[in-house]
């Protein structure tokens, strides 16, 4: 059992839990992912690690109530515990001085760019960093993404703050104005968002990760639900990744395959709402 | 003994076996409740009476662990069901499992001396009464056992981490087991149905481990979490045995594996038998079976997948497989038991393409294959029919096809020697790997086997494990 030592709401569907778990905090490193499981007979669902603290012994997550665990999660509250928390999963991001580098977050996905961001700056990066929200009120994390980065922007889709618009939109600019300034680009986001930007860098030659979220069971390479194509590859996102070269994913695929329950998660979902205690019939 | 009986011998004793009773097909076939249904104290006073207590009993070195076959069955034949279960104990951990997923046909029945003019003894369905009739009597007594310091640390709670896990607490051993998972059990929990194998069995046996002092850390990944050497060295384990299993799912690299509605059986099981997706939405995790499924393979994760297909409401389970129903590698039991369950078998047919529309598995395309020359490992090699293609329609494809090594550990352990294919390599006597103290037994060391093999290298682990520590076993 994990202790939730803080939650913190930033949406309607939008919130972090900083977890007490001192060995996984000491193991963990940027772009590693844990798996989770709130109640017997609960799925276990990946999130990606938003940040960890190693002196205090925590972990922190931020989480999306997309479906219907998520949603009933939503509802434990500091001094609850988590039943199950399995990681560090995947193999950590690759962390270098690359000069210049631009980390994408849209979304839920600005909470696991963090860390990357952090460990990147303090191996000597020039960080620009993008963060794209649908509205002002939808935004979190500000303040710790201007610690780390040289320059943040910030997008809203309705405008209500920052740049109104999509986060490719500054990226475009940035490599437009910027030739051979730009060593690296991160992007972690929604499967379109961060196909939109590897479609942007693309052109531009700039090396560009990824990090994926694939469905899983097991996250230790046993079942291979999480597989995704790679040019003509197969690869196991749960052991050879997160984190990818996303000029190579077969985007396509990956976000027809993310879809792939989406009919029994409507069911179930629709359950939920019809007994929200017992997330089912 | 009750009453003066014949010399029992082979033309004294009973010649036919004796039946276990079953579930008919049209029943079990639409729900997950065990098959075959166990001995009544009857049936298996009847079947103890046809064994011969041979002198130079064969079925013992038949077994992967030498149970004292006509010692148990001799107990059971007297009624002391308590004994019977204490032989179990002495050399298999988990009768209650074996009982029932060991391969006995080529083990101990195989060697059987009364099976050479008649049936063999049913020693597996005797094994498996008397273990159930343990448990469920209460009858499993927690030996005595002297503590020492002595740490030691198991990675991963199947079979092999179980069994090895029991004999080190016997020794007096602290035993500390690292399981990846959110439950004990490994394969036994994720793998081997319902059907087959019954969550509570497995639960039961592992309660009376954990009555011998043995702790279980669920949701620990050990090359993830700890790593070896840091169990070793500052964590205070003077040895470590890994039993990870197997693992990584094989696919065949045809077109089409990645449309939605292809998986592999690992995942496809897993999210039955563990996550008990066939409860959903009442349980959190979904199949995504549809209706007509093609299993690949003929092996007995094959058998579990098409047979688990059914009780999900396939309306069409097929199982397709390039080489013939003679050169299945599953247990004839469960492969009858298949058939019986109207599992349709598409022997000397091979997968060259899965067809998808707008990205959903919409049928299969297939060759016939012909056998040719036999190949290394001796079976026939099967030869594609030229112009023989055809389309099986089917929504959901299932590979079983076997698995590979698992590298989480072997990569996260400086020192640690693998063979060509990524399994471990071991000292055949003690079961030590290249670095001195550690251990690994299982699928992970020889690929995919048995519940017995696997157990059978934890106990001979356990063994090379006390030898290491100056302990006498």
Redesign the interface.
């Known amino acids: 059992m994990y202790k939730i030592l803080k939650k913190q709401v930033f949406s309607p569907v939008t919130y972090l839990w900083e977890l007490e778990a001192p060995?996984?905090a000491r193991?963990c490193r940027p772009g590693h992912f844990v798996i989770v499981?709130h109640?017997e007979?609960?799925?276990?669902i990946p999130l990606t690690i938003a940040d960890f603290d190693r002196e205090r012994g925590t972990v922190t997550l931020v989480i999306q109530a997309v479906g219907?665990?998520t949603q009933e999660m939503m509802a434990f509250e500091e001094g609850d515990h988590l039943?199950?928390?399995?990681?560090?999963?995947g193999i950590e991001s690759h962390i270098q001085n690359y000069g210049a580098v631009v980390m994408v977050g849209g979304g839920l996905g600005v909470a696991p760019v963090f860390p990357q961001l952090r460990a990147l700056k303090e191996a000597g990066n020039r960080t620009i960093s993008i963060i794209g929200f649908r509205s002002k009120d939808l935004i979190f994390w500000e303040e710790k993404f201007r610690k780390y980065s040289d320059e943040l922007i910030i997008t809203t889709d309705d405008g209500t703050f920052g740049e109104k618009g999509l986060v490719i939109v500054p990226l475009k600019r940035l490599l437009e104005e910027r030739p051979g300034g730009i060593q690296m680009v991160t992007a972690i986001g929604p499967g379109i968002m961060m196909k939109a930007c590897c479609e942007t860098t693309r052109p531009f030659g700039v090396k560009t990760l990824v990090s994926l979220n694939t469905i899983m069971?097991?996250g230790?390479?046993?079942?291979?639900?999480c597989?995704v194509?790679l040019g003509k590859e197969?690869k196991?996102v749960c052991?050879d990744g997160p984190d990818f070269d996303g000029h190579l994913v077969?985007w396509d695929?990956l976000m027809?395959?993310q879809?792939?329950?989406r009919r029994?998660?409507a069911?179930?979902i629709e359950?939920c709402k019809l007994n929200p205690k017992g997330?089912?019939? | 003994m009750s009453e003066p009986k014949k010399p029992r011998n082979i033309t004294t004793i009973t010649p036919d076996r004796t039946k276990m009773p079953e579930q008919p097909p049209e029943e079990r076939r639409k729900n997950f409740k065990e098959v075959a249904l166990g001995f009544t104290e009857e049936q298996a006073a009847r079947e103890a009476d046809r064994c011969i207590q041979c002198k130079k009993p064969l079925c013992v070195p038949g077994c992967p662990v030498g149970i004292d076959i006509p010692g148990f069955i001799k107990a059971i034949a007297e009624k002391d069901y308590p004994r019977a279960y204490e032989i179990l104990l002495a050399s298999d951990l988990l009768p209650a499992v074996t009982g029932r997923v060991c391969p006995q046909e080529d083990q101990c029945e195989a060697t059987c001396i009364v099976g050479k003019k008649l049936e063999p003894v049913a020693i597996g369905r005797l094994e498996r009464f008397a273990a159930d009739y343990a448990l469920a009597h209460g009858l499993a007594r927690v030996p005595e056992i002297r503590k020492r310091p002595e740490k030691v640390a198991v990675i991963g709670s199947g079979p092999g981490g179980l069994t090895c896990a029991a004999d080190c607490a016997r020794a007096g051993l602290q035993v500390t087991v690292f399981e990846a998972l959110h439950v004990a059990g490994g394969v036994l929990k994720y793998g081997i149905p319902e059907f087959r194998l019954p969550n509570a069995i497995v639960d039961q046996e592992i309660a009376n481990l954990l009555k011998m002092g043995v702790e279980i850390k669920v949701d620990h990944i050990v090359g993830k979490i700890f790593t070896i050497p840091q169990l070793m060295g500052e964590m205070g384990f003077q040895a470590v045995f890994i039993a990870t299993g197997a693992g990584f799912p094989k696919f065949m690299g045809i077109n089409g594996e990645g449309l939605n509605g292809v998986m592999s059986a690992n995942e496809f099981l897993t999210r039955v038998n563990l996550m008990t997706g066939f409860e959903f939405p009442r349980t959190g995790t979904p199949v995504g079976m549809g209706k007509r499924v093609a299993t690949i393979g003929a092996g007995n994760t094959a058998m579990d997948s098409s047979r688990t297909a059914l009780r999900l409401g396939a309306e069409k389970s097929y199982i397709v497989y390039r080489r013939t129903e003679k050169e299945s590698p599953a247990r004839r039991e469960e492969l009858h038991h298949a058939i019986e369950e109207g599992v349709e078998f598409l022997w000397l047919n091979n997968p060259v393409e899965i067809l998808g529309v707008e990205g959903w598995v919409k049928g299969m395309r297939c060759i016939k294959m012909d056998l040719g020359e036999p190949d290394e490992s001796g079976r026939r090699s099967p030869v594609p029919v030229p112009g023989s293609e055809f389309e099986l329609e089917v929504d959901t494809v299932i590979y079983a096809l076997g698995t590979k090594a698992n590298p989480i550990i072997a990569s996260t352990t400086p020192g640690l020697k693998t063979n060509r294919w990524g399994y471990l390599e071991v000292d055949p006597e003690t079961q030590e790997t290249s670095i001195p103290g550690v251990f690994a037994g299982g699928d992970i060391v020889t690929g995919s086997a048995t519940v017995i093999l696997a157990m059978g290298a934890g106990r001979k682990a356990a063994k090379g494990i006390l030898k290491r520590l100056g302990i006498d076993g």
């Open positions: 060995d996984l193991a499981r109640k007979g609960g799925e276990r219907a665990s039943l199950n928390l399995v990681g560090p999963l069971v097991d230790t390479g046993m079942c291979g639900s597989r194509s197969v196991f052991v077969n695929e027809r395959r879809n792939r329950f029994e998660e069911h179930s359950q997330g089912g019939a």
